[in-house]
């Protein structure tokens, strides 16, 4: 099977940079993506690692080693309106689009 | 605007009876959706890929006979929840995409289910 672990929650202030981690364990899976859900919506995408390296886009970032089974979303000049939960997924094979979501974490930005 | 749309996007239904989610994709086709429960504070669980035109594939775990999916159309998926009971009180949300690139796959606005 394929699990994906995050660290439960993270709290950070207004402005600062973040690291969301994500480990994973699993075989057959094609890329790591970053989602954003705030309360009751439904989740944002933000960002996709299909190979190692770092991905921009805008104050986010991600970033995938493969080799170690690891990978990290990074947010820049937090803002208040970040506070939500990010999850990373991962890919599975057989089409369509078929994701495995990680645990979750669950951001504070406080001023 | 929304590319997937889901509906209702609340409801409230007895213990027992039955409650139907819709799934639709508003400008694309779609042959696979996805359906996803989410529990307060947890993390999205695949329940199921809807196929067009044949039957669901369900994960393991996921009663099938519970958790009725039709994909009768290309732009349309249904969940439909039978017998429902207080446990199955959730979050659902579907997905689709209109190709295999990770960044087109849409997420519904999600569908709260409360069984009293």
């Known amino acids: 099977g394929q699990s994906l672990e995050q660290p439960s929650e993270v709290t950070a202030v207004e402005g600062a940079i973040v690291q969301i981690n994500c480990t994973y364990q699993t075989s057959g899976f094609y890329g790591l993506s970053w989602y954003q859900q705030h309360d009751g919506g439904a989740p944002t995408f933000l960002s996709y690692?299909?190979?190692?390296g770092l991905e921009e886009t805008g104050r986010f970032s991600s970033f995938l080693s493969r080799s170690d089974s690891y990978g990290y979303l990074l947010l820049q000049e937090l803002q208040m309106k970040d506070s939500a939960s990010y999850f990373c997924a991962g890919k599975v094979g057989g089409g369509g689009n078929k994701l495995t979501f990680g645990t979750g974490t669950q951001l504070k930005v406080e001023l | 605007g929304a590319v997937v749309s889901q509906h209702p996007s609340r409801v409230i239904c007895k213990s027992g009876t039955s409650v139907k989610i819709e799934c639709r994709s508003l400008d694309f086709q779609a042959t696979t959706m996805f359906w996803y429960r989410q529990f307060p504070k947890q993390s999205l669980m695949l329940m199921a890929t809807?196929?067009?035109?044949?039957?669901?594939?369900?994960e393991q775990g996921v009663e099938k006979d519970k958790f009725l999916i039709n994909h009768a159309s290309l732009t349309l998926s249904t969940l439909t929840v039978t017998s429902a009971h207080p446990e199955d009180s959730s979050f659902y949300i579907c997905?689709?995409?209109?190709?295999?690139?990770?960044?087109?796959?849409?997420f519904g606005e999600g569908s709260w289910l409360t069984v009293v």
């Open positions: 809807s196929n067009e035109g044949s039957k669901a594939t369900y």
């Open positions: 997905s689709a995409s209109p190709g295999q690139v990770v960044n087109t796959i849409y």
């Open positions: 690692n299909a190979l190692d």
